[in-house]
């Protein structure tokens, strides 16, 4: 992992959050928005890539329950990800980011879009973004458990997770509830209008390419990437043409 030049924590809500900062040049920062079972630490060299690629600077930081924030309180409800994105003006405030070109992996990527039509928002990408649940997902969302209560998986997360159970639990107990079967954003993307970049990989086990289509029918002129050979982490696995991609985008920016 490339170790971030300036951390510090924040605090939203009451919820002490640690957060990050890869110093750039001008422009709205960048702001990554980490997966369901991410953490400032589980983007590795994601941010520093991106700053060097854009000029621009990069923050992130770790909703509360992972990596090194507070822990939350489980069972997460099951519209964990629209309170999140309500509470994403108070997370730009506490990291000093008047704008921002919000960049979203998977929960990440849904919480993103549900924030996008706030002014204050510049650009989306949107990495493996969920706007409804497939078969798929719950298949694979159910395998993850699996090995998480057999397997090495609870290990491995625990190096990045000060609260790994509560990390864990309340995103694949919400994910795997029988009422989140009906959970559909879709409809937040007729509420956006700025630019929006997304990319998905062909070979994602958490989500087919009609998680990207959907944006491509409600808004034609987002620009759509479709990586082979790439899974649920595209920006990861192939970063030779994930990261040049975002740069040309930012830099298309106004």
Same mark, same amino acid.
């Given at each position: 992992? &490339?170790?971030?030049?300036?951390?510090?924590?924040?605090?939203?809500?009451?919820?002490? @959050?640690?957060?990050?900062?890869?110093?750039?040049?001008?422009?709205?920062?960048?702001?990554?928005?980490?997966?369901?079972?991410?953490?400032?630490?589980?983007?590795?060299?994601?941010?520093?890539?991106?700053?060097?690629? *854009?000029?621009?600077?990069? @923050?992130?930081?770790?909703?509360?329950?992972?990596? !090194?924030?507070?822990?939350?309180?489980?069972? !997460?409800?099951? $519209? /964990?990800?629209?309170?999140?994105?309500?509470?994403?003006?108070? #997370?730009? $405030?506490?990291?000093?980011?008047?704008?921002?070109?919000?960049?979203?992996?998977?929960?990440?990527?849904?919480?993103?879009?549900?924030?996008?039509?706030?002014?204050?928002? +510049?650009?989306?990408?949107?990495?493996?973004?969920?706007?409804?649940?497939?078969?798929?997902?719950?298949? &694979? =969302?159910?395998?993850?458990?699996?090995? /998480?209560?057999?397997?090495?998986?609870?290990?491995?997360?625990?190096?990045?997770?000060?609260?790994?159970?509560? &990390?864990? +639990?309340?995103?694949? $107990?919400?994910?795997?509830?029988? &009422?989140?079967?009906?959970?559909?954003? *879709?409809?937040?993307?007729?509420?956006?209008?700025?630019?929006?970049?997304? #990319?998905?990989?062909?070979?994602?086990? /958490?989500? *087919?390419?009609?998680?990207?289509?959907? =944006?491509?029918?409600?808004?034609?002129?987002?620009? =759509?990437?479709?990586?082979?050979?790439?899974?649920?982490?595209?920006?990861?696995? !192939?970063?030779?043409? #994930?990261?040049?991609?975002?740069? !040309?985008?930012?830099?298309?920016?106004?």
């Amino acid at each position: 992992m &490339a170790a971030p030049d300036q951390t510090f924590d924040i605090t939203v809500g009451g919820d002490r @959050l640690e957060a990050a900062r890869w110093p750039g040049s001008a422009g709205a920062p960048l702001v990554l928005l980490h997966e369901g079972l991410g953490s400032v630490g589980l983007w590795r060299d994601t941010p520093a890539r991106l700053r060097d690629a *854009t000029g621009r600077t990069a @923050l992130a930081w770790s909703r509360a329950g992972y990596g !090194r924030s507070t822990p939350c309180i489980i069972p !997460r409800p099951l $519209d /964990y990800m629209e309170r999140e994105a309500q509470h994403l003006p108070t #997370v730009l $405030d506490a990291l000093g980011a008047e704008e921002a070109v919000l960049v979203g992996h998977s929960d990440g990527g849904s919480i993103a879009a549900l924030a996008g039509a706030s002014p204050r928002i +510049r650009a989306l990408v949107l990495i493996a973004p969920h706007f409804f649940v497939e078969q798929c997902s719950v298949e &694979a =969302i159910a395998a993850a458990r699996e090995e /998480y209560e057999t397997g090495t998986l609870r290990e491995r997360l625990a190096r990045h997770h000060d609260h790994v159970d509560a &990390a864990f +639990r309340g995103w694949n $107990d919400a994910w795997l509830s029988p &009422a989140f079967r009906d959970w559909d954003i *879709t409809a937040c993307l007729d509420r956006i209008a700025c630019p929006i970049l997304a #990319v998905q990989g062909m070979d994602d086990p /958490y989500g *087919t390419r009609a998680q990207v289509d959907v =944006i491509a029918r409600h808004l034609p002129v987002a620009q =759509i990437h479709l990586i082979d050979s790439a899974g649920h982490a595209p920006h990861a696995e !192939r970063p030779e043409i #994930v990261i040049p991609l975002l740069a !040309r985008f930012v830099g298309q920016l106004p």
